[in-house]
C-alpha cells in the first residue's frame, strides 16, 4: 500500500485519483441537470476546496459564477471547534441561487456557520456542494444535496485537505496511519 510522510505523520493511499474525479464528474451531472436554466454563483470555501472546485467547475457546463470565501476552524489534525472568517464574500448573491464548494463536512460547525452568514445575503436558495462527508462526526443537522463520498472519522489529507497546511498537492487521498 503506498504511504507518503507529511511533517510527522504518515499517510497510507485512501482514495485514489480515477474514484475522487468519478465521483466529481457524477455530482457536476447532477448539479448540470438541477440548475438547468439557471445562474448559480459557486462559492468555494477556501484552502481546501480549491482543488475539488477547480475540477467541479471544469465539468459544470451551466452559466455560473465562482466567487472565493476562506473560513478556518483545524488546527493540527482536530477541529477548533472555533470559525473565524478570514476573507469575506465579494459577489452580490441577492436573489441567486448559491452553491457552497466545501472539501470536507465533518461536525458540520463552519458550514452552520456559511449558512448563517450566506443567509443575511438574501439568495434565492442554497445547496451545499461536499467533496466528503464525515455523518459520524456530525454535530448540527446539514441538508446537503451534493455528496462526493461518505467517509469515516479518519483524518484524511491530499487532493485540497492540508495537515497543518502542508500535503495539499497531492492528486489522491490519505488517510492518517495509526501509530
Sequence with gaps: MQTIKVKDKSF?????????????KRIAEQIN??????EPVFL?????????ASDLMKEVNIPCEISFVKL??????STTGQIREVIG????????PVIIVEDIVDTGLTMAHMLEVMEKQNPAS?????????P??????????????????????????????YGRNTRDIYTLVKS
Design 126 to 134: 442554497i445547496d451545499i456542494c461536499t467533496l466528503l462527508l464525515k
Design 33 to 38: 441537470k438541477d440548475y438547468e436554466g439557471k
Design 44 to 52: 468555494a470555501v477556501l484552502n481546501g476546496s480549491f482543488i475539488f
Design 72 to 77: 478556518a476552524s483545524y488546527q493540527g489534525v
Design 136 to 165: 459520524g462526526k456530525l454535530q448540527v443537522n446539514l441538508d446537503i444535496k451534493y455528496c462526493c463520498m461518505e467517509i469515516p472519522n479518519d483524518f484524511i489529507v491530499g487532493y485540497g485537505l492540508d495537515y497543518d497546511g
Design 89 to 96: 464574500l465579494n459577489v452580490d448573491l441577492t436573489g441567486r
Design 12 to 24: 497510507s493511499l485512501f482514495i485514489p485519483e480515477e474514484k475522487i474525479l468519478a465521483a466529481v
